[in-house]
T-cell receptor, first 113, second 112 residues
Framework: EAQVTQNPRYLITVTGKKLTVTCSQNMNHEYMSWYRQDPGLGLRQIYYSMNVEVTDKGDVPEGYKVSRKEKRNFPLILESPSPNQTSLYFC????????????FGPGTRLTVT | GQQLNQSPQSMFIQEGEDVSMNCTSSSIFNTWLWYKQDPGEGPVLLIALYKAGELTSNGRLTAQFGTTRKDSFLNISASIPSDVGIYFCAGQDGGSNYKLTFGKGTLLTVNP
């Protein structure tokens, strides 16, 4: 089944404790992206990747890092999480090559205390 | 940055009724996408539109790409309880970064 998977689905952590949210897609998609979703603010892009080893900032990149060492994986790293990063996070992918249809993962609900 | 105005913000309807929602933009988009998000889940792509004036259906859902390329509409016919959720529009302006601009969503509640 074609899908985007994220782990973990739920995470409660404390301020300053480094964490990684994994994202993997099995569709051989070139483009991958991370979003956060907050009430009243909608979906905001954090980082995106056009292909392996090619990443760039989205609209709200502060406090986040990403890497794209393999085509299928695009982990989101929070080096020193803070309470304002409490949010619902989504990974998405698309074929690229002028196809803009993005397919989303199930989401990771992160709480930073 | 670009913004999409999506309306209405919420709708409460009776099962069997038709639903209409829309998105408008101050700038032109080359692609319009419509997504549905169920509680606790990720958005699921419903319909993609690529040409001005295009009308596309997916079951009881019909979406149109406005002729001005600054708006799009989604209609749901004969609503059923499982239509409940948040519907998002998204636009893409043809830029090389593949960035999607999302509307804030329409929360649909269907009373059985």
């Amino acid at each position: 089944e074609a899908q985007v998977t994220q782990n973990p689905r739920y995470l409660i952590t404390v301020t300053g404790k480094k964490l990684t949210v994994t994202c993997s897609q099995n569709m051989n998609h070139e483009y991958m992206s991370w979003y956060r979703q907050d009430p009243g603010l909608g979906l905001r892009q954090i980082y995106y990747s056009m292909n392996v080893e090619v990443t760039d900032k989205g609209d709200v990149p502060e406090g986040y890092k990403v890497s794209r060492k393999e085509k299928r994986n695009f982990p989101l790293i929070l080096e020193s999480p803070s309470p304002n990063q409490t949010s619902l996070y989504f990974c998405a992918s698309s074929r690229g090559r002028w196809s803009y249809e993005q397919y989303f993962g199930p989401g990771t609900r992160l709480t930073v205390t | 940055g670009q913004q999409l105005n999506q309306s209405p913000q919420s709708m409460f309807i009776q099962e069997g009724e038709d639903v209409s929602m829309n998105c408008t933009s101050s700038s032109i988009f080359n692609t319009w996408l419509w997504y549905k998000q169920d509680p606790g889940e990720g958005p699921v792509l419903l319909i993609a539109l690529y040409k001005a004036g295009e009308l596309t259906s997916n079951g009881r859902l019909t979406a149109q790409f406005g002729t001005t390329r600054k708006d799009s509409f989604l209609n749901i016919s004969a609503s059923i309880p499982s239509d409940v959720g948040i519907y998002f529009c998204a636009g893409q302006d043809g830029g090389s970064n593949y960035k999607l601009t999302f509307g804030k969503g329409t929360l649909l509640t269907v009373n059985p």
